[in-house]
């Protein structure tokens, strides 16, 4: 019977540990979560930014998000100068800014959910998340309004935030290098080994021995 009161106090404690220990888990964790949605917010001019340059493929109209200055559409021809994008992305997250190269003019959105071009691409209405698809497409959201994406109808004409979802193909989009230019990974090609090639290849590592 003496052994009861002395089990108990040791469970007693080892579940008060356990309880301390999960309660300073979960503080850090949300301490960190709040410290990566803050900065990715408001990042300071410390921060790291990766520059990009490509295209965005339509999946609807077939063309590239071109940047003309004000006006915003999905018309723009592989390789044409309004359809190169320099694309900025924050340190943390997915969050990007989305320039015309010639233009110099940023895609935006507005509170009406309304797709323009602005010069100054620091507000928060110009900034997007990426959400990478499982059909390999990428979308954009806004960051500023939740569930607003950029979109464009078959005409290629901007659709309004408020009128898009995820699973629409007016918002998928697809990443493409500028015309002229081959992606890295498409520089790697696979040979056919037959038996000719084997027997050049023994012969020439016989030569090189001798």
């Not at 579940?15 to 917010?41: G, K, M, W």
């Not at 935006?108 to 209405?125: A, F, T």
């Not at 109808?153 to 990443?175: A, C, D, I, L, Y």
């Not at 037959?194 to 016989?206: M, Y």
Request: aromatic letters at 12%.
């Amino acid at each position: 019977m003496s052994l009861l009161p002395s089990r108990f106090i040791y469970l007693c404690l080892h579940f008060l540990v356990f309880y301390f220990q999960l309660q300073e888990s979960q503080q850090r964790s949300a301490d960190f979560r709040f410290y990566i949605e803050n900065h990715t917010r408001n990042p300071d001019d410390l921060s790291r930014k990766q520059v990009r340059i490509y295209q965005l493929y339509s999946r609807t109209t077939g063309k590239h998000v071109q940047i003309l200055g004000k006006k915003v559409n999905a018309n723009g021809d592989d390789g044409g100068k309004y359809a190169l994008l320099i694309v900025e992305t924050e340190t943390f997250g997915s969050h990007v800014r989305i320039k015309g190269k010639e233009s110099e003019h940023y895609i935006c959105m507005n509170e009406k959910g309304k797709i323009v071009g602005m010069p100054d691409g620091r507000k928060q209405e110009c900034v997007f998340i990426e959400e990478f698809l499982e059909n390999n497409y990428t979308a954009l959201v806004s960051a500023k309004y939740k569930g607003w994406y950029l979109g464009f109808n078959r005409k290629g004409r901007p659709k309004k935030g408020s009128r898009t979802t995820q699973r629409q193909q007016e918002v998928h989009f697809m990443k493409r290098q500028p015309k002229g230019k081959v992606n890295p990974v498409q520089e790697f090609r696979f040979t056919t080994v037959t038996k000719r090639t084997r027997r050049a290849r023994r012969l020439k590592s016989n030569a090189k021995r001798n």
